[in-house]
């Protein structure tokens, strides 16, 4: 469990929020319908994230994940995918001038993987490239 004994380290915000712009990164397992589905078994799990471009439709989204429905119902999230990656929810708050506005690109992946050693040391390094690549100046996290 090395994860758990890092702490997560304070980085205040020197910037107004209506000045920020935000990149969701979510383990909900949302992805592109037209993407590759996150691997749901049970045995494996998936490792794996998804870029979701920062125009995305939220129609074109789904969700997929490996979770027993009494964990986490992805009905819902069919439904209407805010509940679990709020792009559209963002962008009222820039329309109404809340946020400064909306990263280029989002990340996501399934929050179930067997596989943790992988995840520490494959997926969050890419990951973590992925959002200092980014213009965006702080990360929105949700979970399914």
Known sequence: M????????????????????????STSGVHLKDQEAYNTDPA??????????GDVDSKDLTVTHAAPKDHYNTDYPKEDINCVF??????EMVDDGDLGGVAEKHLTMMGYSM??????????????????????????????
């Not at 709020?86 to 962008?91: A, K, M, T, V």
């Not at 992988?118 to 969050?124: A, D, G, H, L, M």
């Open 2 to 25: 090395e994860l758990s004994r890092k702490a997560i380290p304070y980085t205040p915000v020197d910037k107004p929020l209506h000045e920020m712009t935000i990149m969701i990164v």
């Open 44 to 53: 494996e799990g998936d490792a794996t994230f998804r870029i979701i471009p």
């Open 86 to 91: 709020p792009i559209d929810r963002l962008r």
């Open 115 to 144: 596989r943790l050693n992988k995840i520490n040391k494959e997926t969050i390094p890419a990951l973590v490239k992925e959002v200092v690549r980014s213009k965006a100046d702080a990360v929105l996290l949700t979970a399914g």
